[in-house]
């Protein structure tokens, strides 16, 4: 069964591509089609993409190597090298068939074409589908820094079909969970249930009727936040939760042997962040509650601690970290890289003058509080985490 989300100037459609995409196209028509992929998702979507669409084959169709290396400058050359080579116009349109960075890119890639051609987003990764595909931002990776350069502009419209799930590695599909996760603890407690069922842990196995209750479920909280907040200057920041640590965790491990995928660090940062929200008290506590708060020494998790999703969803802290440890493995994050874990911290674009900021979290479903933990605290976390083993 086909949901429509309407977000916005654009509509954002779920379920089977063929109950969508080919009355979308017919209604609306354009000049010339211009289909990006990558390797992965030439071999893996497009077979599959053309024949629940009907498209031609003899559209433009570009294939890029995978993965977030080649997210930057010199691979949008080849596009739009490519672009003028097929002589696009400004009635064209870009279909972007891929994970994250297709979308990114190849986003970015049309919205700068001739001042700006409409494009339409095919997520294929969980992540890209719960996540990147909506809410406009588009960009690429400079002198090895991410999404340095970029837009926000929507897309035409967006195209979610788990069935492109079936081909996508486990690891790959894991990793979107993070996003799946905060989505719940951000604003829907049902989700959250939902997250917590065995089956999800078994998630290749998933039937499409419970992806699509996940997927409608996570899409939902997504769309609302931006809708409430398209360009960043509030409540959007919500969106960052575990990020913050996550993104710190994320580039130290990128440097090592073994890189951690996006959401195993971005887990890592939700129970850190989850921990320090735990810790600290909230700006106004009833006076009843204040002598509750935990010192901040102490890592064990408190009942009535101020939790994210206020504990109204069940099981608080303790429960985030039963759900993760049977999505993501274990990743000790070494004692001797909390310097530069801090360090990068301090590079996050939402500190304000020179304090590290996080958003988590309120008591009830999309509420925020800011928190602006110390050194300390960020490092007790992240040894209460590493003793979390098993
Ligand atoms: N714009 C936003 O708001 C936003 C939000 C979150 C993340 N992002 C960006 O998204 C990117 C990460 O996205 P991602 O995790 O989707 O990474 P990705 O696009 O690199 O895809 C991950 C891997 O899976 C492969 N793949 C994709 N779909 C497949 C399928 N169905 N079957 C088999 N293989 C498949 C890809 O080729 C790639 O190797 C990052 O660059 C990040 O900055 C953007
Ligand atoms: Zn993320």
Redesign the pocket.
Known sequence: MLHTFHHGDYPIFLGDLRESFPAWLHDRGCSQIYLLTDENTRCHCLPIFLEKTGLPNEVTITEIPAGENFKNLSTCERIWQQMLDAKLDRKALVLNLGGGVIGDMGGFCAATWKRGVDFVQVPTTL?AMT?AAIGGKLGIDFQGVKNTIGVFKNPAAVFVDPDFLKTLPERELRSGF??VI?HALIGDPELWQMVQSEAVTQSHRLTTSAWLDLLRASIAVKVRIVQEDPLEKGIRALLNF??TI?HAVESYFLETNEPLT??EA?AVGMICESLIAASTPPPTPPPNERGDVEDAATTSVHSTSPLPFGGGVGGGVETLIAVISRIFPHRPVPESSFPEIWNLMQQDKKNISGKVRMAVPGATPFSMRILEPGREEVERSLLFYNSLNG
């Open positions: 992540l996540d993070a996003e905060k575990g990020h996550g996006h959401g971005v």
